[in-house]
Protein backbone atom coordinates (compact mmCIF):
# COMPACT_ATOMS: atom_id res chain seq x y z
CA UNK A 1 0.00 0.00 0.00
CA UNK A 2 1.19 3.43 -0.55
CA UNK A 3 0.67 4.88 3.03
CA UNK A 4 -2.29 6.79 2.68
CA UNK A 5 -5.38 6.79 5.57
CA UNK A 6 -8.63 8.90 5.05
CA UNK A 7 -10.72 9.04 8.45
CA UNK A 8 -13.65 8.72 9.20
CA UNK A 9 -14.23 5.86 6.84
CA UNK A 10 -17.91 6.60 7.09
CA UNK A 11 -20.34 9.54 7.99
CA UNK A 12 -23.45 10.33 8.05
CA UNK A 13 -24.30 14.26 9.25
CA UNK A 14 -27.33 16.63 8.87
CA UNK A 15 -27.46 19.35 6.05
CA UNK A 16 -25.80 22.61 6.91
CA UNK A 17 -23.67 20.89 9.65
CA UNK A 18 -19.56 21.70 8.98
CA UNK A 19 -17.68 18.04 7.94
CA UNK A 20 -13.97 17.16 7.78
CA UNK A 21 -12.73 14.93 5.92
CA UNK A 22 -8.71 13.86 7.15
CA UNK A 23 -5.96 12.34 4.44
CA UNK A 24 -2.76 11.16 6.26
CA UNK A 25 0.37 10.36 4.09
CA UNK A 26 3.31 8.53 5.16
CA UNK A 27 5.20 8.62 2.07
CA UNK A 28 6.60 12.39 2.19
CA UNK A 29 5.20 13.23 -1.20
CA UNK A 30 4.65 16.48 -2.54
CA UNK A 31 1.62 16.51 -4.51
CA UNK A 32 -2.34 15.69 -2.86
CA UNK A 33 -5.74 15.40 -3.97
CA UNK A 34 -9.31 15.21 -2.90
CA UNK A 35 -11.81 13.63 -5.43
CA UNK A 36 -15.50 12.75 -4.98
CA UNK A 37 -16.83 9.60 -7.17
CA UNK A 38 -20.99 9.64 -7.95
CA UNK A 39 -22.47 6.93 -9.99
CA UNK A 40 -22.27 7.83 -13.74
CA UNK A 41 -19.58 10.59 -13.09
CA UNK A 42 -16.54 8.56 -12.22
CA UNK A 43 -13.91 10.68 -10.37
CA UNK A 44 -13.55 14.52 -10.06
CA UNK A 45 -11.46 16.49 -8.97
CA UNK A 46 -12.04 18.66 -5.87
CA UNK A 47 -8.79 20.28 -4.56
CA UNK A 48 -5.09 19.20 -5.04
CA UNK A 49 -1.97 20.21 -2.92
CA UNK A 50 1.14 20.70 -4.22
CA UNK A 51 3.30 21.73 -0.83
CA UNK A 52 2.49 22.75 2.44
CA UNK A 53 0.36 25.79 2.34
CA UNK A 54 0.35 25.40 -1.35
CA UNK A 55 -3.68 24.20 -2.84
CA UNK A 56 -5.48 24.69 -5.61
CA UNK A 57 -8.93 24.22 -7.27
CA UNK A 58 -10.34 21.40 -9.15
CA UNK A 59 -13.10 20.68 -11.51
CA UNK A 60 -15.86 20.55 -8.59
CA UNK A 61 -14.48 22.90 -5.62
CA UNK A 62 -17.76 25.02 -4.78
CA UNK A 63 -18.80 24.34 -1.39
CA UNK A 64 -15.34 22.89 -0.29
CA UNK A 65 -12.28 23.94 1.33
CA UNK A 66 -9.16 22.09 2.23
CA UNK A 67 -6.18 22.93 4.44
CA UNK A 68 -2.46 21.60 4.64
CA UNK A 69 -0.38 22.80 6.67
CA UNK A 70 1.76 19.80 7.16
CA UNK A 71 3.00 17.63 4.22
CA UNK A 72 1.86 14.24 5.98
CA UNK A 73 -1.95 15.95 6.76
CA UNK A 74 -4.51 16.87 3.74
CA UNK A 75 -7.78 18.35 5.36
CA UNK A 76 -11.26 18.33 3.19
CA UNK A 77 -13.85 20.92 4.83
CA UNK A 78 -17.50 21.12 4.07
CA UNK A 79 -18.71 24.55 5.54
CA UNK A 80 -22.13 24.02 4.88
CA UNK A 81 -22.76 20.33 4.07
CA UNK A 82 -25.80 19.92 1.44
CA UNK A 83 -27.25 17.25 0.26
CA UNK A 84 -25.84 16.90 -2.88
CA UNK A 85 -22.58 15.98 -0.98
CA UNK A 86 -23.18 13.13 -0.55
CA UNK A 87 -20.94 11.03 -2.08
CA UNK A 88 -17.52 8.90 -1.82
CA UNK A 89 -14.16 11.14 -1.12
CA UNK A 90 -10.91 9.60 -1.92
CA UNK A 91 -7.72 11.27 -0.76
CA UNK A 92 -4.77 10.51 -3.60
CA UNK A 93 -0.87 11.06 -3.43
CA UNK A 94 1.59 11.37 -6.05
CA UNK A 95 5.85 11.45 -6.15
CA UNK A 96 6.70 14.44 -8.21
CA UNK A 97 9.94 13.00 -8.58
CA UNK A 98 10.36 9.96 -10.93
CA UNK A 99 7.71 12.65 -13.63
CA UNK A 100 4.67 11.12 -14.77
CA UNK A 101 4.11 8.45 -12.03
CA UNK A 102 0.49 7.30 -11.53
CA UNK A 103 -1.27 8.63 -8.46
CA UNK A 104 -2.45 6.35 -5.25
CA UNK A 105 -5.61 6.21 -3.47
CA UNK A 106 -6.78 6.12 0.15
CA UNK A 107 -9.45 3.74 0.60
CA UNK A 108 -12.40 6.22 0.87
CA UNK A 109 -14.53 8.10 2.94
CA UNK A 110 -18.62 7.49 2.65
CA UNK A 111 -20.43 10.58 3.10
CA UNK A 112 -23.95 10.60 3.86
CA UNK A 113 -26.06 13.84 4.17
CA UNK A 114 -29.47 13.75 5.11
CA UNK B 1 -8.78 19.82 -22.81
CA UNK B 2 -8.73 15.90 -22.67
CA UNK B 3 -11.65 13.37 -22.29
CA UNK B 4 -11.80 9.94 -21.56
CA UNK B 5 -14.82 8.01 -22.76
CA UNK B 6 -15.44 4.37 -21.94
CA UNK B 7 -18.30 2.98 -23.81
CA UNK B 8 -19.06 -0.08 -21.89
CA UNK B 9 -20.73 1.03 -18.35
CA UNK B 10 -21.27 -3.14 -17.77
CA UNK B 11 -19.55 -6.08 -18.78
CA UNK B 12 -21.06 -9.43 -17.85
CA UNK B 13 -18.29 -12.49 -19.36
CA UNK B 14 -17.73 -16.23 -18.16
CA UNK B 15 -15.07 -17.08 -16.01
CA UNK B 16 -12.27 -18.51 -18.16
CA UNK B 17 -13.54 -16.53 -20.91
CA UNK B 18 -11.36 -13.62 -23.00
CA UNK B 19 -12.32 -9.81 -22.30
CA UNK B 20 -11.55 -6.41 -23.39
CA UNK B 21 -12.70 -3.14 -21.72
CA UNK B 22 -12.47 -0.46 -24.08
CA UNK B 23 -11.02 3.04 -23.77
CA UNK B 24 -10.83 5.92 -25.53
CA UNK B 25 -9.29 9.39 -25.37
CA UNK B 26 -9.03 12.78 -26.74
CA UNK B 27 -6.10 15.27 -26.33
CA UNK B 28 -4.12 17.89 -27.81
CA UNK B 29 -1.02 17.10 -25.85
CA UNK B 30 0.98 13.76 -25.18
CA UNK B 31 -0.81 11.76 -22.76
CA UNK B 32 0.18 8.82 -20.26
CA UNK B 33 -2.67 6.23 -19.81
CA UNK B 34 -3.22 4.00 -16.76
CA UNK B 35 -5.83 1.70 -15.92
CA UNK B 36 -7.14 1.17 -12.20
CA UNK B 37 -9.28 -1.57 -10.44
CA UNK B 38 -11.89 -0.72 -7.41
CA UNK B 39 -12.93 -3.66 -5.57
CA UNK B 40 -16.14 -3.28 -3.37
CA UNK B 41 -15.43 -0.47 -0.47
CA UNK B 42 -11.71 0.11 -1.47
CA UNK B 43 -10.15 2.53 -3.18
CA UNK B 44 -8.69 2.71 -6.78
CA UNK B 45 -5.79 0.42 -7.19
CA UNK B 46 -3.58 0.60 -10.39
CA UNK B 47 -3.25 -2.22 -12.64
CA UNK B 48 -0.86 -0.95 -15.27
CA UNK B 49 0.53 2.37 -16.82
CA UNK B 50 1.50 3.57 -20.59
CA UNK B 51 4.03 6.40 -20.11
CA UNK B 52 6.38 5.63 -23.26
CA UNK B 53 7.94 2.96 -25.49
CA UNK B 54 6.33 -0.09 -25.97
CA UNK B 55 3.03 0.29 -27.37
CA UNK B 56 1.83 -3.20 -25.16
CA UNK B 57 1.71 -2.85 -21.47
CA UNK B 58 1.73 -5.58 -18.92
CA UNK B 59 0.06 -4.99 -15.56
CA UNK B 60 -1.11 -6.93 -12.38
CA UNK B 61 -3.50 -9.85 -12.36
CA UNK B 62 -2.71 -10.79 -16.14
CA UNK B 63 -3.99 -7.68 -17.69
CA UNK B 64 -2.66 -6.15 -20.50
CA UNK B 65 -3.37 -3.18 -22.65
CA UNK B 66 -2.24 -1.74 -25.93
CA UNK B 67 -1.83 1.81 -26.69
CA UNK B 68 -2.65 2.70 -30.16
CA UNK B 69 -2.41 6.84 -31.14
CA UNK B 70 -3.65 6.72 -34.62
CA UNK B 71 -7.37 5.17 -33.07
CA UNK B 72 -6.51 6.87 -29.51
CA UNK B 73 -7.45 4.48 -27.75
CA UNK B 74 -5.98 1.99 -24.60
CA UNK B 75 -7.97 -1.07 -24.50
CA UNK B 76 -7.37 -2.90 -21.37
CA UNK B 77 -7.65 -7.05 -22.53
CA UNK B 78 -6.80 -10.37 -20.23
CA UNK B 79 -6.77 -14.00 -21.93
CA UNK B 80 -8.65 -15.62 -18.99
CA UNK B 81 -11.14 -13.76 -16.52
CA UNK B 82 -11.59 -15.10 -12.55
CA UNK B 83 -14.54 -14.54 -10.44
CA UNK B 84 -11.68 -12.59 -9.04
CA UNK B 85 -11.59 -10.36 -11.02
CA UNK B 86 -15.09 -9.15 -10.64
CA UNK B 87 -14.57 -5.65 -10.01
CA UNK B 88 -15.04 -1.71 -11.88
CA UNK B 89 -12.49 -0.88 -13.83
CA UNK B 90 -11.41 2.88 -14.98
CA UNK B 91 -9.32 4.03 -17.63
CA UNK B 92 -7.36 7.53 -16.94
CA UNK B 93 -5.66 9.94 -19.13
CA UNK B 94 -2.69 12.23 -17.94
CA UNK B 95 -1.86 15.59 -19.33
CA UNK B 96 1.08 17.51 -17.42
CA UNK B 97 0.91 21.26 -16.96
CA UNK B 98 3.81 22.39 -15.11
CA UNK B 99 3.84 20.38 -11.92
CA UNK B 100 0.18 19.51 -11.72
CA UNK B 101 -1.19 16.59 -13.26
CA UNK B 102 -4.05 16.88 -14.56
CA UNK B 103 -6.15 13.71 -14.88
CA UNK B 104 -9.24 12.72 -16.54
CA UNK B 105 -11.10 9.85 -15.58
CA UNK B 106 -13.69 7.87 -17.37
CA UNK B 107 -17.13 6.79 -16.22
CA UNK B 108 -16.15 3.45 -15.22
CA UNK B 109 -16.76 -0.15 -16.33
CA UNK B 110 -18.02 -2.68 -14.35
CA UNK B 111 -16.54 -6.05 -15.00
CA UNK B 112 -19.24 -9.33 -13.77
CA UNK B 113 -17.42 -12.65 -14.44
CA UNK B 114 -19.97 -15.70 -14.41
CA UNK B 115 -19.60 -18.59 -13.19
Known amino acids: DAGITQSPRHKVTETGTPVTLRCHQTENHRYMYWYRQDPGHGLRLIHY???????DKGEVSDGYSVSRSKTEDFLLTLESATSSQTSVYFC?????????????FGDGTRLSIL | AQSVTQLDSQVPVFEEAPVELRCNYS??????LFWYVQYPNQGLQLLLK??????LVKGINGFEAEFNKSQTSFHLRKPSVHISDTAEYFCAVVANSGGYQKVTFGTGTKLQVIP
Open chain 2, 27 to 32: SSVSVY
Open chain 1, 49 to 55: SYGVKDT
Open chain 1, 92 to 104: AIRPDIPPNQPQH
Open chain 2, 50 to 55: YLSGST
